[in-house]
C-alpha cells in the first residue's frame, strides 16, 4: 500500500502512476490514442458514417448510466477495503487488549508465560496475513513452546493454529490454578474474537463481486468510448484526440481502481498495508508484556511515505 502524507501531493501523484495499476491503465490508453486518432483522420478526410450526427442527449444518457454503474462499482469496492480494514482495526485493539490483561494477570516472576503470550500472540496477525494471501510461509513467526498441539507444521490453517496454542496454554493456566474462574471467563472472549476477525477476512476474500456485473461495467465502458469520438469529431476537430483518451483516463481508472481494491489484502499498491500492521502488533503486544523486542523491529512498525507490501 502506498501510506501518503497530504502534503505531498506531487510525490503522491508520482507514486501511483508508477504503479503497475497505473502502466496497465497507460498501456489501454495507448490503444484508445490509436484508435481516436484513425477515426478522427477517417471521419474529416476520407468517411462519413453519419454516427457525428447521434443527438447528443443520447451520449448523455449514457454517460449519466454510466457514471451511476461508476459509483456504484467503486462505492461497493471501498465497502469492501473499508470492512477490511475496520477487521485488522478490531484485531490490533484486541491483540492490545489481550496482552494488557495477561500482563495484568500473570505473575511479574513468570517470564516464560509472558514470553510466549508476547510471541503468540505476535504470531497471529502475520498468520492471517498469509493465510489471506495464500501463503504457508512460517518464517515470520516466533517459535513457542514445543509440544504436539502447539506444532503449527500440524496446521494447514496456520492462523487456526496459533488460536489454538493460546487456547491451550490458557486451559493449562486455568487448571493450574494460575488464572481464576472469572479471569478465564473474561479471556475467552478476546481469544474468540481472533477467529471471528479471520473469519470476516476470509468471507471478505472468498466473496468477489459477481463477474456478470463486472463484465457489464466493462463492456458499456467500451461501448461508451468506442461512440464518443464520432459524436464529438464535428465539434472538435483534432481535439477530439485528446479529449477522448482524457474521459478514457478517467472511466477506466476508476473501474481498474475499484477492481483493485476490492480485494483488500493482496499485494497491490493500494491494498491494505497487513505487513505494517502486523508489525504494529507485535511492537505493541511485546512493550505491553515487557519482553525485548530488537529496535530495528520496532522501526518496522512506523508509518512514512513508502510502499508496503
Given at each position: ?53 447521434t ?33 485488522w ?6 491483540c ?45 513467526l ?9 506444532d ?21 493456566l486455568?487448571r493450574?490454578?494460575?488464572?481464576s474462574?472469572?479471569?478465564?471467563i ?24 459477481p ?6 461495467i ?8 468506442t461512440?464518443?469520438?464520432f ?27 475499484g477492481?483493485?481494491?476490492e ?10 498495508p ?11 503486544v ?24
Amino acid at each position: 500500500m502506498i501510506i501518503y502524507k497530504n502534503k505531498g501531493l506531487l510525490q503522491s501523484i508520482w507514486h501511483f502512476h508508477t504503479g503497475p495499476t497505473a502502466k496497465a491503465l497507460m498501456g489501454r490508453l495507448v490503444v484508445v490514442a490509436i484508435y481516436v486518432t484513425i477515426v478522427t483522420v477517417a471521419e474529416m478526410h476520407y468517411t462519413d458514417l453519419r454516427l457525428k450526427d447521434t443527438p447528443s442527449s443520447f451520449l448523455g444518457a449514457m454517460g449519466i448510466l454510466l457514471s451511476l454503474l461508476l459509483i456504484f462499482r467503486t462505492n461497493t469496492a471501498y465497502d469492501r477495503f473499508y470492512e477490511g480494514r475496520q477487521a485488522w482495526g478490531v484485531l490490533v485493539n484486541n491483540c492490545r487488549n489481550l496482552a494488557i490483561y495477561f500482563n495484568a494477570v500473570l505473575p511479574e516472576g513468570d517470564a516464560r508465560s509472558r514470553e510466549f503470550y508476547a510471541k503468540a500472540i505476535a504470531n497471529f496477525p502475520f498468520a492471517l496475513k498469509n493465510h489471506l494471501r495464500d501463503s504457508n510461509n512460517t518464517a515470520e513467526l516466533d517459535i513457542v513452546e514445543e509440544g504436539e498441539r502447539r506444532d503449527l507444521s500440524h496446521f494447514d490453517h496456520k492462523p487456526a493454529g496459533v488460536s489454538n496454542q493460546l487456547w491451550v496454554k490458557t486451559e493449562n493456566l486455568y487448571r493450574e490454578g494460575h488464572i481464576s474462574e472469572s479471569q478465564h471467563i473474561n479471556l475467552n472472549q478476546y481469544l474468540t474474537t481472533l477467529m471471528d476477525v479471520c473469519g470476516v477476512c476470509e468471507r471478505i476474500k472468498s466473496t468477489p463481486i459477481p463477474f456478470s456485473y463486472m463484465l457489464f461495467i466493462k463492456l458499456f465502458i467500451m461501448l461508451y468510448v468506442t461512440l464518443l469520438p464520432f459524436t464529438v469529431v464535428t465539434a472538435f476537430g483534432y481535439l477530439t484526440i485528446p479529449a477522448v483518451v482524457l474521459t478514457s483516463y478517467i472511466l477506466v481508472g476508476l473501474e481498474m481502481i475499484g477492481e483493485e481494491i476490492e480485494e483488500p489484502f493482496g499485494l497491490e499498491r493500494n491494498d491494505l498495508p497487513l505487513n505494517q500492521l502486523s508489525q504494529l502488533i507485535r511492537v505493541n503486544v511485546h512493550d505491553i508484556l515487557q519482553i525485548y523486542l530488537p529496535h530495528v523491529e520496532k522501526q518496522a512498525a512506523k508509518p512514512g511515505f513508502t510502499i508496503v507490501t
